[in-house]
């Protein structure tokens, strides 16, 4: 370990590690300099214990059993850009809501969430959360993302665009 005790860690992969009452052994805020957590199917209720992580911009969560309580996100993890949600128990599009605080979000997927059965799910979603390019790997026009825009570091012009506009 590092004597400052903050890790250089980029990357981090818990899929299928058991969580205890939501925490993740190990997994804290000395990952300052993360950018991709992946908690694939570790049985998460809620992301409430999640650790303060600035840098982190893509976050997978699918086939966990979140139902709400996203409101800690944009406190914990400011500049997260892509957030897979895939396979929770996300039943309404007000339980989505907290995600407008999250600016720099481009891409969102909720396959096999409840949410998406719901009538005019995608028109929805996309009107609750205009910061969104993509929505379960389709933008608003229902083009499908293409692997540049989908990965953390894929700037397209568009997205230099709107950076701008935003200082």
Known sequence: MCSSRRMHVQELVLDNCR?????I???SGAFVNLEFLSLINVGLTSVLNLPKLPKLKKLELSDNRISGGLDVLAEKLPNLTHLNLSGNKL???GTLEPLKILHSLKSLDLFNCEVTNLNNYRESVFKLLPQLTYLDGYDWEDK????S???VDG???EDE???AEQF
């Not at 969580?19 to 925490?23: A, L, R, T, V, Y």
């Not at 499908?144 to 692997?147: G, V």
């Open 144 to 147: 499908e993302a293409s692997d």
């Open 25 to 27: 052994e190990g997994l």
């Open 149 to 151: 825009d989908a990965e």
């Open 91 to 93: 039943k309404d599009i």
């Open 155 to 157: 700037v397209d012009e």
């Open 19 to 23: 969580s205890d009452e939501g925490k």
């Open 161 to 163: 665009e709107g950076e």
